[in-house]
């Protein structure tokens, strides 16, 4: 089945210690976004890319970086994470055709920070 | 003034009734709209999309589109409990590219 990968599910990293989280998706879609969620909010854009095409979002802390190496694949990097970062980090995506409005995200990866 | 606006309830609703859920926007330029359901831990996923006035049927589900009041709404037939979740209402503004803005959401409980 199509889908919207990530990975890990559940990353624990230290203060200040860089992370990597991955998505990946099957649906051909030639957009991807990424965004934060924190428990009881909505969830929050940080960036997306339209194809090759980054767009990041003005408030996005620099602390937050992102690679699409091919459609398939992002990732997000957090250089330098501190507590406030704690989240579920969610991957969505969007493609060409009727549907192209519509966003589908991925399981999520829950960040915790110590 | 919030982009997207809910309640945050909870709303109860007791099983077998008629769960109505609201959404108010404030870009009156915004063509597309779209509700999620999340469950506790879990990520949002799509139950309705709906881009013109009036009404949209989805099996229990129906999502109601007025342009002119701007607002949403969610109604969920026959409720269960497994429809207990945050219900996430999500509009696509009017000004370039395909940005989501989320309300922060609706909790339903749906008690037997």
């Known amino acids: 089945d199509a889908m919207v990968i990530q990975n890990p599910r559940y990353q624990v990293t230290q203060f200040g210690k860089p992370v990597t989280l991955s998505c990946s998706q099957t649906l051909n879609h030639n957009v991807m976004y990424w965004y934060q969620q924190k428990s009881s909010q909505a969830p929050k854009l940080l960036f997306h890319?339209?194809?090759?095409?980054?767009?990041n979002e003005a408030d996005t802390p620099d602390n937050f970086q992102s690679r699409r190496p091919n459609t398939s694949f992002c990732f997000l990097d957090i250089r330098s994470p501190g507590l406030g970062d704690a989240a579920m980090y969610l991957c969505a995506t969007s493609g060409p055709g009727q549907e192209t409005y519509e966003q589908y995200f991925g399981p999520g990866t829950r960040l915790t920070v110590t | 003034q919030k982009e997207v606006e809910q309640n945050s309830g909870p709303l109860s609703v007791p099983e077998g009734a008629i769960a109505s859920l609201n959404c108010t926007y404030s870009d009156r330029g915004s063509q597309s709209f779209f509700w999620y359901r999340q469950y506790s831990g879990k990520s949002p996923e799509l139950i309705m999309s709906i881009y013109s006035n009036g009404d949209k049927e989805d099996g229990r589900f129906t999502a109601q589109l007025n342009k002119a009041s701007q607002y949403v709404s969610l109604l969920i037939r026959d409720s269960q409990p497994s429809d207990s979740a945050t219900y996430l209402c999500a509009v696509i503004t009017s000004g370039g590219y395909n940005k989501l803005i989320f309300g922060a959401g609706t909790r339903l409980a749906v008690h037997p």
């Open positions: 890319y339209y194809d090759k095409d980054f767009n």
